[in-house]
């Protein structure tokens, strides 16, 4: 079977080295693709969102399933497109997608599904956004608990916290006044902000079984600490302590569940990957932050490099909504991390076409993997295309271990201005010390 991935990132590296690895693919194409995916499968020159021209490519090569990376084509419709030419295709319908491409429609879904989640206004006109901060936090320039959230898609930088008065007003004026998100600023969500543990927990569906998959946790703000602006994500591991299987069987039967049933009685069943943004309060147990509607960016990569099974039977297996037919996924019970190696500037504006040194030395090593992200080649070298440029991932018996070796592969890498995150992972050995402290 011929397999097209569409997208560029390090999560499209790791589904095109995975789907590869199955015996019943004899190849796989990547659009558009990066450096990674031309060494691991063949790039495609069409553009994720070119939906008219993905589909000519899949009808022309026979195609036997196209896979779905980033949220951009999902919210544009790919998936209703393929289908309707009768080629297979896993993903969630645009309907359904817009569970993450609206804010505003996934908080009012959850609050008909009564999935726990921040208390949330929306606003579509900025002054009074900026009335409701000014009244609300009367006199307490020192502290407004908020979350400023644009609607719309903004690459996972449209998520501003705030902690004073003036923060919140400052991030409504970017996002609903200057428009610094673009149309994804047309409506706004004000929500409470919540104090806890962050985790992300994924889960396959064909609209009627559910499979959820090993907890990982991300880490969104750029710097050490979880200081700096948000990200798309600068490094994850897996699994998280922090979501034990007690809690793993609550989240199912509290978020997973009704989310996917009030999905499909609202007439928009949900197939492909569910994927909660979820914060761990003390007090209140998992609430909802938001939903994406694919694998995550970086958690696809330390998922993959842990699952044993076969990933097409999976994905077929939502295609064909026979989900319950096959086998429970194997995990090798070695835990992954993945540290995302980012350009000078990111998130801000960064510097391309910088020389990658050293890919293949930390290739070499042991249970490591490095994905490609913001790559390209220019003849046979490859240089930076992009903000997060690899997702060096990595296998350990312990996470401190899998955190030295991924650490241990970042350090023969090497480009002008390329950093990193010197903490992936750091939350769970600190949050297991709690544990171990308190008895």
């Known amino acids: 079977m011929k397999v097209l991935v569409v997208g560029n990132g390090g999560r499209e590296h790791a589904l095109a080295w995975k789907i590869g690895q199955s015996p019943r693919v004899d190849k796989v194409f990547v659009a558009p693709g990066n450096a990674g995916t031309a060494m691991d499968a ?109 609607d719309g898609l903004a690459a996972g930088k449209g998520v501003i916290v705030c902690r004073r008065r003036q923060d919140a007003l400052d991030a409504i004026d970017r996002i609903a006044r200057r428009r610094e998100f673009g149309e994804a600023g047309a409506q706004l969500i004000i929500e409470e902000r919540l104090k806890g543990q962050e985790a992300s927990v994924l889960a396959i569906t064909d609209g009627k079984t559910i499979l959820p998959l090993p907890p990982c946790q991300d880490h969104k703000p750029a710097f050490d600490g979880d200081t700096g602006p948000n990200t798309g994500g600068m490094g994850a591991y897996c699994p998280t302590p922090m979501v034990d299987d007690a809690q793993m069987a609550w989240i199912e039967e509290h978020v997973l569940v009704p989310t996917i049933h009030t999905m499909k009685r609202n007439r928009r069943p949900f197939r492909g990957v569910l994927y909660a943004g979820l914060m761990l309060t003390p007090m209140s147990g998992p609430k909802v932050l938001e939903y ?34 096959i086998d429970p996924p194997v995990w090798d019970p070695r835990p992954a991390i993945c540290v995302v ?72 890498v090497r480009w002008p201005g390329a950093w990193c995150r010197k903490d992936i992972g750091d939350k769970a050995q600190e949050y297991m010390e709690k544990l171990a402290a308190e008895g």
């Open 42 to 150: 063949e790039n495609v020159d069409i553009s994720a969102t070119d939906i008219e021209g993905l589909v000519r490519f899949a009808k022309a090569e026979n195609i036997g399933l196209t896979v779905v990376g980033p949220e951009a084509p999902l919210a544009l419709g790919i998936v209703d497109a393929f289908e309707e030419e009768k080629l297979r295709v896993f993903g969630p319908s645009r309907a359904a997608a817009q569970l993450e491409s609206s804010k505003v429609f996934c908080k009012n879904l959850l609050r008909q599904a009564d999935v726990p989640t921040a208390d949330f206004q929306v606003f579509r006109d900025p002054d009074d956004a900026m009335r409701y901060i000014k009244g609300r936090y009367a006199g307490e320039r020192d502290r407004c608990p908020v979350v400023v959230k644009a």
């Open 292 to 325: 994406n509607v694919r694998f995550g960016d970086p958690e696809c990569q330390p998922l993959l490099m842990r699952l044993k099974s076969d990933l097409m039977d999976i994905l077929e297996a939502v295609v064909d909504r026979r989900l319950h037919e």
């Open 341 to 412: 190696m980012a350009a000078k500037g990111y998130p801000g504006e960064y510097e391309k076409g910088q020389p990658i040194s050293g890919i293949n030395a930390a290739d070499e090593m042991e249970d490591v993997k490095v994905f490609h992200a913001g790559t390209r080649l220019e003849g046979d070298t490859v240089v930076t295309a992009g903000g997060r440029v690899l997702g060096v991932t990595a296998l350990g018996e312990t996470l401190a271990k899998a955190k030295l070796n991924a650490y241990t592969a970042v350090q023969k």
